[in-house]
DNA sequence: TATATAGTTAGATAACTATCTAAATATCTA
DNA sequence: TAGATATTTAGATAGTTATCTAACTATATA
């Protein structure tokens, strides 16, 4: 479930330069959207996308809402990738939860 | 470009588990579909998927299509993981062909 | 308290994706 | 060459996603 949303939330290429703009720095939704063309309900749907899949945490200071990437996620996920690559039984992240579809239980 | 199918291909828990599955051993489409509840046109298209992502590789063997990880696609990915994560400025994968999107120059 | 600023939520729409059945292509074997 | 098997391609449909404008909520400040 977890995988499900992490890597939907990398396959655009909109969400990946936010990443890259917050491991610069962490930033509001606002400052990040001067780096952008579309608009700003877009990017907070795309910020929401990234939140949901925990790729980064947001706090509200004052009127600005700060969002700051989450490594270890990214960290996990990269080790996922690197999992499959090695045929390994019970890669981490896929676990029971991901009750989303449905495949061969020896998997 | 290739991110964008990379991580679009990876975005799917059919194609994830199609690499599981390759990771253990190479095998065929049918070989393959025994495995989930799709139809084969469907289970056609997830590793049609995977092949545009070069996540696989496809090669005819008499009247069977043996289907093969490639791992080297997996590593790249798990290092570009890795360097959107460091806030490295030009990570490997996102080239300058990547131009299905408009975002700042200075990314 | 009224107004301005930052950001999100709602609702509509266009584009994309997964899925299916049916039909086509490729290979093998009798 | 005819029939069987393996796989893909075509075409249709349902569900999902990205985008926009308009409206709403939250905070700050005069």
């Known amino acids: 479930m977890q995988n499900q949303h992490r890597f939907k939330a990398l396959a655009d290429p909109t969400r990946r330069d936010i990443l890259k703009l917050l491991a610069q720095r962490s930033q509001s939704a606002g400052d990040l959207a001067a780096h952008f063309e579309v608009s700003k309900p877009s990017l907070s749907h795309h910020l929401n996308a990234l939140k949901q899949a925990d790729l980064v945490r947001a706090q509200r200071q004052g009127?600005?809402?700060?969002?700051?990437?989450?490594?270890?996620?990214?960290?996990?996920?990269?080790?996922?990738?690197?999992?499959?690559?090695?045929?390994?039984?019970?890669?981490?992240?896929?676990?029971?939860?991901?009750?989303?579809?449905?495949?061969d239980p020896t998997l």
Chains 1, 2 share one sequence.
């Open 63 to 103: 009127q600005n809402i700060i969002y700051t990437i989450n490594t270890s996620v990214l960290e996990d996920t990269a080790r996922f990738v690197l999992d499959l690559m090695n045929g390994d039984e019970n890669p981490q992240m896929e676990t029971s939860h991901d009750k989303d579809h449905k495949f």
